[in-house]
């Protein structure tokens, strides 16, 4: 028979296990893999923060004010010019096709939206730079960029349009002679990808532009007629008034009805957050 004090139930088991006896202040766990601020007192702050890995210098912190040589853009600026309207879409005019993000897949893409607009009553220009390709852009932003501005600069071309939407538009925003824009106002069409482009332009140039399909848009089958006649009618100068339900969405329905006069924005969402930090950061005040 075993004689003596049994030890106190709790201390001893924790003393055996290597663990610290009831009363005595607890040290802060670490976590492997994980560099975690520990606070006065010894406490672990709840935000974990991962080890940093080596950074490239080349790459921007998320953080930092994105700097853009050219154009004479500033970083950050806020101030929208004075909204500047384009004349409306003549008869017989001409419509200058300029390749800003994505390029083409197959040429009959491009086919397609010319005979579209042929059969209007329109023609159409190409940009030098439509048929680039340099991966999963329209060749390089300085290109891209030189088809604008040659569209805005030249007399015979009424509208311009994006071929179509996808990725890169951002990377021609520099490049991009604003005060050009600003003295030869027309009708700038494009939509997703060129959310950006649009944002842009009223930024530094206050033209208002038409959130709608490319080039390839309305070549495509698959664009309702709904969509091809109302951009049809805003750019021949129809006021927009009350949009009438489309019919291939019946589920549309405002958020909260009622009137009200201010310039529209928008566009594609995840493209206006990227414009966060930027030179040409969208501006939502006063607007809708």
């Known amino acids: 028979m075993r004689t003596g004090r049994?030890?106190?139930?709790?201390?001893?088991?924790?003393?055996a296990h290597g663990r610290p006896p009831a009363g005595a202040p607890r040290r802060p766990r670490r976590r492997p893999g994980l560099d975690l601020p520990t606070r006065?007192?010894?406490?672990?702050?709840?935000?974990?923060?991962?080890?940093?890995r080596d950074r490239r210098p080349d790459r921007l912190r998320s953080r930092q004010p994105l700097r853009v040589r050219g154009a004479g853009l500033r970083v950050r600026a806020r101030s929208v010019k004075a909204t500047v309207f384009a004349p409306p879409l003549p008869?017989?005019?001409?419509?200058?096709?300029?390749?800003?993000?994505?390029?083409?897949?197959?040429?009959?893409?491009?086919?397609?939206?010319?005979?579209?607009?042929?059969?209007?009553?329109?023609?159409?220009?190409?940009?030098d730079h439509v048929l680039a390709r340099d991966a999963y852009v329209a060749g390089a932003p300085e290109g891209r960029a030189a088809d604008l501005n040659a569209h805005f600069a030249d007399p015979e071309v009424?509208?311009?349009?994006?071929?179509q939407g996808g990725y890169g538009s951002t990377q021609a925003i520099p490049h991009v002679d604003f005060d050009l824009v600003a003295a030869n106002p027309k009708a700038f069409i494009g939509y997703s990808d060129i959310t950006a482009m649009h944002t842009a332009l009223r930024q530094?140039?206050?033209?208002?532009?038409?959130?709608?399909?490319?080039l390839v848009g309305v070549g495509d089958k698959?664009?309702?007629?709904?969509?091809?006649?109302?951009?049809?009618?805003?750019?021949?100068g129809e006021t927009t008034g009350p949009v009438p339900p489309?019919?291939?969405?019946?589920?549309?329905?405002?958020l909260r009805g009622g009137?009200?006069?201010?310039?529209?924005?928008?566009?594609?969402?995840?493209?206006?957050?990227q414009t966060m930090g930027t030179p040409w950061e969208i501006d939502l005040d006063d607007s809708i």
């Open 91 to 127: 008869d017989g005019g001409t419509i200058g096709v300029a390749a800003l993000a994505s390029p083409y897949e197959n040429r009959s893409e491009i086919f397609r939206g010319v005979e579209w607009w042929a059969a209007q009553g329109y023609r159409v220009k190409l940009g």
């Open 158 to 163: 009424d509208v311009v349009q994006a071929l």
């Open 6 to 15: 049994a030890p106190a139930r709790g201390i001893g088991r924790r003393a």
């Open 222 to 236: 698959e664009t309702t007629s709904f969509t091809k006649d109302r951009l049809l009618a805003v750019l021949r």
């Open 246 to 254: 489309d019919p291939d969405d019946p589920y549309v329905r405002p």
């Open 204 to 214: 530094h140039a206050g033209l208002a532009t038409f959130y709608g399909v490319g």
């Open 40 to 52: 006065p007192g010894g406490r672990e702050d709840r935000v974990l923060v991962r080890r940093r």
């Open 259 to 273: 009137k009200v006069t201010a310039p529209l924005v928008g566009g594609c969402l995840w493209l206006l957050l």
